[in-house]
């Protein structure tokens, strides 16, 4: 596999601070990376050493297959958190120096930004100034000027903050469409809803050092611990059910409807092995549902984070 990004073993100190711990991870090409972690845990510093903002004390950072240097900055692009747009320039003016910033021509900033503006219907912003925008439509430039050049790598900092849902919509599908595309990305995000839709890969990051990182597919198995969603529909009461199980078995967040004689619930089996439960099951009534409980990005970012700090 093939790697836009290596950081290896970066870490970084501000005074007594420790902002990175002696950090490595590797960022396939062509996938949507997460870089998950609370407030304070480390990102921003990270993605500032990507951009060449700061540099890492110890530690490298390779850009497709070279050691990070100051001439791929023009292969990547940057939407920080924190918006930079200059509020007294007309939108035009400041997307065609921004562009012409990157590398483009003055000729072709303006074919990409017609593109761009006609895509997103906001053609008439042209003349406006930033300050006449609001939030919303101010993030739109910002996302615009940050993709315009066609960079191989983008790292996008809560793209979606100050979008309403319909336009935090839009820009996911431009996301994924440009991932499609062969564009790299690194996504940090606390949206963990987002996490689950956009990346394949992830980092955890926390109070500086890294927790986890993997395949989100891979992990998300391995955190597994063989929680099971029931579905019985039985002649037998509720009572007789638990008391039948119970003993073998945990059982919580039971239901019982009476008219539709069928009970829910979740069990925790205490391995892998569903045959013994399956059995008592099939002798207490039929089973319409049972589902193994996969835990969501949201539940492994709470539980690792927690268990760090106990």
Request: charged share 25%; hydrophobic share 40%.
């Amino acid at each position: 596999m093939s790697h836009i990004l290596v950081a290896d073993g970066v870490s970084k100190k501000f005074g007594n601070h420790t902002a990175l711990s002696n950090i490595s991870l590797e960022i396939p090409k062509n996938c949507i990376y997460g870089l998950l972690g609370p407030n304070g845990a480390g990102k921003t510093t990270l993605i500032r050493i990507i951009n060449q903002i700061s540099f890492p004390d110890t530690g490298k950072v390779y850009f497709d297959g070279e050691a990070l240097a100051s001439h791929h900055i023009a292969a990547i692009g940057y939407l920080p958190e924190e918006r930079g747009l200059y509020k007294s320039m007309k939108v035009g003016e400041q997307a065609l120096y921004l562009a012409q910033l990157k590398g483009l021509s003055k000729a072709e900033a303006k074919k990409r930004l017609k593109y761009w503006f006609d895509r997103f219907e906001i053609g008439d912003w042209w003349n406006k100034k930033i300050q006449e925008l609001s939030k919303g439509m101010a993030q739109k430039i910002q996302f615009i000027v940050t993709v315009l050049h066609k960079p191989k790598l983008l790292i996008f900092d809560e793209p979606f903050s100050g979008f309403d849902p319909i336009n935090a919509n839009k820009i996911k599908d431009e996301i994924l469409a440009l991932k499609e595309q062969g564009t790299s990305i690194i996504f940090s995000t606390h949206r963990m809803e987002s996490v689950e839709e956009l990346c394949e890969y992830i980092t955890l990051i926390h109070e500086s050092e890294k927790l986890l990182d993997g395949k989100l597919s891979d992990i998300k198995k391995a955190y597994k611990n063989n929680v099971f969603n029931v579905s019985l529909q039985t002649e037998e009461n509720a009572e007789n059910i638990l008391n039948s199980i119970n003993g073998d078995f945990q059982i919580t967040n039971s239901v019982y409807n009476i008219e539709e004689k069928q009970f829910d619930f979740t069990v925790q089996l205490p391995s892998d092995n569903t045959s013994a439960i399956l059995s008592k099951l099939a002798s207490l009534g039929n089973i319409n549902q049972f589902n193994e409980t996969i835990p969501s990005a949201n539940d492994i970012f709470i539980q690792t984070v927690k268990s760090k700090t106990v």
